[in-house]
């Protein structure tokens, strides 16, 4: 058996450059007793997450602008490992990102339960 990281131990990352928007995920997440939590601001502290040394994260909120061409890429890369996204305002014009749940800002509690239902947790 490896040492892998999984389930309820794995953390959600929340990837945003908005800082009171991680905290305000961060703090939502910890009153539903998700406590490891990750943050990064910025796209180009994010590219060791996607190390295969690394365990998959439980759950990542994506916000970076998807017209960053180092943020589309992590996004797509992260989509083929086939790990649980969840869009904050992204773009859903898009065919190959319509079937990930979008949280659009602004966003409250009851936004956050609905995407978190569609998301599986």
Sequence with gaps: MGTETTGAEAPILILTGNTLEAVDIT???????LDNVISATKIELCTAFLDDRT??????FFAFSLSDPAARDWLLTAR???WRIILVNGESTEPELQDLPMLTRPFSTSHLDAVMILAGE
């Design 55 to 60: 365990p998959p994260p439980r759950l990542v």
């Design 80 to 82: 083929a490992k086939g």
């Design 27 to 33: 703090d939502y997440l910890m009153r539903r007793g």
